[in-house]
């Protein structure tokens, strides 16, 4: 299994010129937290880490953890682009069928979420129960029956957003899937489209359903 970190975005909104994988949450940089769950997983065989905007921070850092799993790419055009061009990088490295994707932003306490993640058979994206007082996120619609799949992703503003299971920007992707959907990913290759859209391309026309699992702990940090 490969696992694709996309780390090119910039934390504008604290205003502290980081990366903001390089923010830091309980005394670490949240990238070390993603990476301290990742080496509780079985069977990773390298970690592919999309920089971007002050990408030398994040090559200073992982340098440090000398862990040769670790490959870095840099998207020269990662605040001209959005994150689907940083897929495209990371691709250029993927060689295999089973691949779990985690935003740059996602603060992980623990490894629970990931194993949780990863223990599922099919493609399957992580959900949470909406936080209060989100102002704008990704929901998730499922079909509702049975083991529930995605239906559609849809970014959604606004307070009134209970009752909605939220997508929490990591999926494990199985059998190539992963290498189909980014076979469409020029539709989406800019600052307008959001990743969610590519996803609901390839919903739309792919024949296997993208499942979901409920976990809980992981922390979205709205840098």
């Known amino acids: 299994m490969q696992v694709i970190i996309l780390c090119a975005g910039e934390g504008k909104r604290l205003g502290m010129c980081l990366p903001k994988c390089m923010v830091e949450v309980n005394g ?28 030398e921070l994040i090559k200073k850092y992982v340098t440090s953890l000398n862990d040769s799993r670790v490959h870095l790419i840099n998207n020269p055009h990662a605040q001209e682009a959005g994150i689907v061009l940083s897929m495209e990088y990371a691709m250029d490295l993927t060689t295999e069928p089973d691949v779990l994707r985690i935003s740059g932003d996602i603060y992980l ?68 899937d992963l290498k189909y959907i980014m076979k469409h ?27 979901t699992v409920k976990i809980n702990g992981a922390l979205e940090i709205d840098t």
């Open 109 to 176: 306490p623990d490894s629970s979420s990931l194993k949780k993640l990863v223990d599922c058979s099919e493609t399957t994206f992580a959900v949470q129960e909406m936080p209060e007082h989100r102002d704008d996120c990704a929901i998730i619609r499922t079909n509702g029956i049975g083991p529930a799949y995605v239906r559609s992703i849809e970014v959604i503003t606004g307070s009134d957003n209970q009752g909605y299971l939220e997508w929490s920007d990591m999926e494990i992707y199985r059998h190539d």
């Open 28 to 55: 670490e940089p949240i990238l070390g937290s993603q990476l301290r769950a990742i080496s509780d997983l079985d069977n990773v065989t390298h970690i592919i880490i999309v920089t971007g905007y002050k990408s």
């Open 185 to 211: 990913s020029h539709r989406y290759c800019g600052l307008q489209s959001h990743y969610c859209d590519l996803i609901n391309f390839y919903i739309n026309k792919c024949g296997r359903p993208i499942y």
